[in-house]
Nanobody
Framework: QVQLVESGGGLVQAGGSLRLSCAAS????????MGWFRQAPGKEREFVAH????????YYTDSVKGRFTISRDNAKNMVYLQMNRLKLEDTAVYYC???????????????????WGQGTQVTVSS
């Protein structure tokens, strides 16, 4: 297993920016693709972005394309989500997750991820 701890959430005005961090420990982090998901109040958890284990390929859900950037630092066992031009609808608890199997391509499906962090709250105000 890999332990994941998110940080960096908070309250921000619409149009502002936040950078979420996810610290990983446990199994060899650099072998696993990583993803960010979010869950808004009263809604199901949804995919936000993922990144290949190598860091050279990323993918985003349409609603965040051009505003969010996922990245990773394998030397530090860290994954990041830079969020710019935040909107009210970005308000949610954000989770990072590690794919179940090493060397696998990342997925938009929750079931493909085996380890999850506890989440960090992002609140965007008007």
């Amino acid at each position: 297993q890999v332990q994941l701890v998110e940080s960096g959430g908070g309250l921000v005005q619409a149009g502002g920016s936040l950078r979420l961090s996810c610290a990983a420990s446990g199994r060899t982090f650099s072998r696993y693709a990583m993803g960010w998901f979010r869950q808004a109040p009263g809604k199901e958890r949804e995919f936000v972005a993922h990144i290949m284990w190598s860091g050279d390929t990323t993918y985003y859900t349409d609603s965040v394309k051009g505003r969010f950037t996922i990245s990773r630092d394998n030397a530090k066992n860290m994954v990041y989500l830079q969020m710019n031009r935040l909107k009210l609808e970005d308000t949610a608890v954000y989770y990072c997750a590690a794919m179940r199997f090493p060397w696998s391509s990342p997925s938009t499906r929750e079931a493909s991820y085996g380890d999850w962090g506890q989440g960090t709250q992002v609140t965007v105000s008007s």
